[in-house]
């Protein structure tokens, strides 16, 4: 590549990079928006409700949420049509009015604690076994890896884990053409052939230390 352009890509990831810096990010701004337009859902805390099928928040990385948040409005999320939840999400997604609210409450979340991890009565050794594939991605203790550009699934309920999996598999998740992250999780699908590798991985990763 010429040098110029070069420089000019460096540059640009560098900024693109710093804009989503916790530096430049008001996290009391980003309370704010939380607690008048999500904690309704996903609760005072963000840890998920699931008689609203809200999935838990607390601790995820900013990083994830921020393109979450951009996917939902865009449509890339939440768009198919058999996608209920994700359908319930996309409008509140739009009411972030710009960048700068999106990135505000991302901070606010990602500087919560995690929901604690569960006992599951499940038998763990298959699910541990199958999250081996899982973990070069999602990390050993699924803590997530923004290099990988793999979300933390450590502190996510087990029901919203089996319906996110069942909605990558099926494609209502992961299908649409600018979905580049989701597409690479759907790939992953083949190694979870059925419904009983889905509940044990799903549940030997509930039970995983939060922190
Ligand atoms: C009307 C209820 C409702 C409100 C209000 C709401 N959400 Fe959600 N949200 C949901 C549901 C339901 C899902 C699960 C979608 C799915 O199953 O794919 C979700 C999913 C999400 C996800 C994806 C989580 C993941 O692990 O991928 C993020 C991020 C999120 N919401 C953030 C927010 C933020 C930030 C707000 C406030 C601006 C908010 N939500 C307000 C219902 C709501
Ligand atoms: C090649 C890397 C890779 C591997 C291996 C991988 N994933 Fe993922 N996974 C991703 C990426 C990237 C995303 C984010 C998709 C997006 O942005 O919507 C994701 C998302 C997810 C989500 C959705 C999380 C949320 O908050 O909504 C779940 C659940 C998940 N993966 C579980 C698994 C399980 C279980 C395995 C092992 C069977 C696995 N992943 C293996 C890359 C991977």
Same mark, same amino acid.
């Given at each position: 590549m010429h040098k110029t352009a070069l420089l000019f890509f460096m540059l640009c990831f560098i900024f693109s990079d710093g804009a989503l810096a916790d530096t430049e990010a008001d996290v009391n701004a980003g309370k704010t928006t939380y607690d008048e337009i #999500?904690?309704? #859902?996903?609760g005072r805390k963000a840890h998920g409700q699931k008689r609203l099928n809200a999935p838990s928040l607390a601790g995820q990385q900013a990083w994830y949420v921020v393109r979450q948040l951009k996917n939902f409005k865009s449509g890339?999320?939440?768009?198919?049509?058999?996608d209920t939840f994700g359908r319930q999400m996309r409008p509140m997604a739009m009411l972030l009015k710009d960048e700068q609210a999106v990135i505000d409450v991302a901070a606010f979340i990602a500087s919560l604690k995690p929901r604690k991890p569960r006992k599951q009565t499940d038998d763990l050794t298959k699910g541990k076994t199958i999250y081996a594939t899982c973990?070069?991605?999602?990390?050993s203790k699924a803590e997530g890896n923004e290099s990988m550009n793999a979300p933390a699934?450590?502190?996510?309920q087990k029901w919203y884990l089996v319906t996110q999996l069942e909605n990558f598999k099926s494609g209502i998740?992961?299908?649409?053409?600018?979905?580049i992250y989701g597409q690479q999780m759907q790939s992953m699908?083949?190694?979870?052939?059925d419904d009983a590798s889905i509940n044990n991985v799903a549940s030997y990763i509930t039970s995983l230390a939060a922190n």
């Open positions: #999500c904690s309704s #859902c996903h890339i999320r939440g768009n198919h049509e058999n973990a070069g991605c999602h990390g699934l450590k502190g996510l998740r992961g299908s649409h053409d600018e979905d699908m083949t190694v979870l052939a």
